[in-house]
Every structure is written in structure tokens, then in C-alpha cells.
């Protein structure tokens, strides 16, 4: 299983970063924005499970 970074901020650092080096293609940039996609619906996937817990320990 490969280590998935926490914070969703992550990948657009990453993307500025190439962008500085000079090799960030548009490919690679669509690759960087849907890893940062697909972070913010996993911590929105976490508030939802925190908030459906909450609601069933009352």
C-alpha cells in the first residue's frame, strides 16, 4: 500500500514546485489537480463519517 499524503495542500505545492523547475506539462498538472481532488472528498468523506458517529452516540 503506498503512503498517501494527509494534507490535500500537498499536491498543489508539488505542482508549484515543477512549475519553478520548469517541467510541469499539462498532463502532469491535470495528474496534480485530481490527486488534490480526490484528497479534499476523502476529508470530506471523514467530516461526513465524524459527523454520522456523533449523531449515533447521542
Not at 491535470?30 to 447521542?58: D, G, H, P, S, T
Request: avoid cysteine.
Amino acid at each position: 500500500m503506498k503512503d498517501i499524503p494527509n494534507n490535500r495542500l500537498f499536491y498543489l505545492e508539488a505542482a508549484k514546485a515543477a512549475k519553478a523547475a520548469g517541467n510541469l506539462s499539462s498532463v502532469m498538472l491535470r495528474v496534480y489537480l485530481m490527486n488534490y481532488v480526490r484528497a479534499y472528498r476523502r476529508e470530506q468523506a471523514a467530516i461526513a463519517v465524524a459527523a454520522r458517529e456523533k449523531l449515533f452516540e447521542n
